[in-house]
């Protein structure tokens, strides 16, 4: 499987952005796509992620009310819209894919997630 992200870029503290992550090669087993962020000199973090069965989203509590993960038309891809972004919102941002499995999976820890997209820069500036 491989991740393709798009979008990002510079914006000012209060505007709006979108990523987008599309997936390719073997993807009928995708259980969730879902987004995590690295800052500077930080860990990488959950963002948010979407189950694409049940369309259950989970969030981090920072920016629940600002950003939003969809499907994008039925595709195995998903855009994560934000909303309100604040300067703290600065990071590199990934995109993650995970395949069902017979276990629950925890989709707030980076190790659940099997599959990785390249970063895409998000700059917000204050």
């Known amino acids: 499987v491989q991740l393709q992200a798009s979008g990002g870029g510079l914006v000012q503290a209060g505007g709006s952005l979108s990523v987008s992550c599309a997936a390719s090669g073997p993807t009928r087993n995708t259980y969730a796509m879902g987004w995590f962020r690295q800052a500077p000199g930080k860990e990488r973090e959950f963002v948010a992620a979407?189950?694409?069965?049940?369309?259950?989203?989970t969030y981090i509590d920072s920016v629940k009310g600002r950003f939003t993960i969809f499907r994008d038309n039925g595709k195995i891809a998903v855009v994560l819209r934000m909303n309100s972004l604040k300067p703290e919102d600065t990071a590199v941002y990934y995109c993650a894919l995970v395949n069902r499995r017979g276990t629950e999976i925890e989709v707030r820890e980076y190790r659940a997630w099997d599959y990785w997209g390249q970063g895409t820069q998000v700059t917000v500036s204050s």
């Open positions: 979407l189950r694409f069965s049940s369309r259950l989203t």
